[in-house]
């Protein structure tokens, strides 16, 4: 009785002990969970307050479009006015209706009337660009032939190009069926205008400016070809920003706004195409002799091809409406996160990644980049991970180098793919190259962007480390 | 001739379209300084206007205003009206379309050619 007593006693004594041992452990598995999840509730908060401090930065943000928006408006119209009087003056009195004026002060109203009308270009040039840029210059689609407008055009600037003694031609290789596009016909023809006057101001006297057009199932591409004095390489993006000239006099002397690519980027932009400079193709030799200093020590090529194109598939409608587009490609190929300063950029990377069964997020800047990074990683399933970061070089506040620096630090960032999308080519870049797993150098072309892509994400599928080894350089190919 | 009456209340813009269209075209002018004084000027006028040439924005009574009370005077409805504004927005364009002026012409405009613009809107052969 006794001894099964003392069995039960100690039975019991063991249970106790389990018991407060599983009690024990309980207790610090529970104190363990309560930690956690007081981390977990002081990340979810300061991932809120990080998202309200975006939503307050967006707002801010629009606020100073709109006032920006409403000021240059206001301004180009109080400008207007004054020039109406001004304009209306010059033009009587140089006209001689009202008398005849002597030869030196002809001249001096020959002055004042040509900069008049270099301020009402300006001004018009300004508003249209400032229109476009805020969405307020509604894209009115119609079935076009590239042709037509193209003919159009050469005719509407055959009269400055007889004036400047150069000969105009329109060479199409498209077949005819396939010249017909989905575009706003005055918006393009303003593009084609726009650089075939650009070209006839920018060449010598008796040559040659060539329009070339072609087209197949899936893109149209038109080219303006000159045989000017070119662009030196490092001008080849930049003279698309606003008032940017080759030459700092060049606005004056040739009569030009500074403002005239801008516009025609914007334009190709709105409709889903791209647009850039290169030099001639005859003289881009491999050994790229026509980059080389020539004995004044300026970098010279003979002539300048502004090539744009479009995609049948990037429909302006996609663009206005993207959360209404039917997808081209299954998703799934990975959320890719694209940064760039320049929303057109953005529009037109998101819409050719879409195409191709990849899920964008987008940023403005380097801040917004590390913002979206940590918050996606953060998030767990069912969201998914951020696939790879298209990174542009050239950001205002953070740079590219920047972010790029602080992503990887970071240990929940720092796995992530980062392709840079620059103007410059690796080669200036070396740092970069050693953090970021592949580089696109822009102008890009869509299939090699893509080609990139793919490659960096086939890399961090496989094997990791040797990513930073394999980088390649997609240059553009023409 | 053609009698023309210009509204705006600028007076250097009334003075060069005044000059421009005499000039250029042999017109006769009258100018008025505000809408208010428009609808009077074309109302005095002896033979009324063949046209009135309008700008938008003025004080008090801008130029829509001042065309929607010309509508409903009998005598100044017929008279074709043609606005004259600094604005060129497109949705500006829109809203003037609607209002059932005969046209719309924008500033700066060129004074050599300001009477064949006014021509060609109303389709006068002159």
Known sequence: MSFSLTIFSGLFLTCICLLGVLALRLARKVRQQQRDLGGLSQTLERSREHAEEQKHRLAERSDLDRAKDEFISTVSHELRTPLTSIRGALGLLSSGLLGDVDARAHNLLRIASTNTERLIRLINDILDLERMESGRSPVNLRRCSLVDLSREAVEMMSALAEAAQIRLELNSYAAHDSIYFDADPDRILQVLTNLLSNAIKFSPERSTVSLEIDANADALSLKVIDRGRGIPVDKLESIFDRFQQVESTDSSKKGGTGLGLAICRSIIQQHGGLIWAQPNQSWAQPNESWGQPDHNGAQTNPGTTFCVQFCRSARIGDIAFPREIAPLAERGEGLILVCDDDPGIRTVVREQLRRHGYDVIEAGSGEEVIALANEQTMRNAPSPAISAILLDHYLPGLNGWETLRQLKSSVATAAIPVVILSVSSPSERPLLVGEAQGWVQKPYNESLLLAELGRVLKDKAGTVKDSQHNLRTSRLTV | ?126
């Open chain 2, 1 to 126: 001739m053609r009698r023309i009456l210009i509204i705006d209340d600028e007076e250097d813009i009334r003075e060069v379209a005044a000059l421009s269209l005499e000039a250029t075209a042999g017109w006769e002018i009258v100018t008025a300084s505000s809408g208010a004084d428009g609808i009077l000027a074309a109302g005095n006028s002896k033979p009324v206007p063949d046209a009135i040439l309008m700008d938008v924005m003025m004080p008090e009574m801008d130029g829509p205003s001042t065309f929607r009370l010309m509508q409903q005077n009998p005598e100044l409805a017929g008279i074709p009206v043609l606005l004259l504004t600094a604005k060129v927005q497109g949705v500006d364009q829109r809203r003037f379309a609607g209002l059932g002026v005969s046209g719309v012409l924008f500033k700066p405009f060129n004074p050599l050619t300001l009477a064949d613009q006014i021509c060609e809107k109303l389709g006068w052969k002159d």
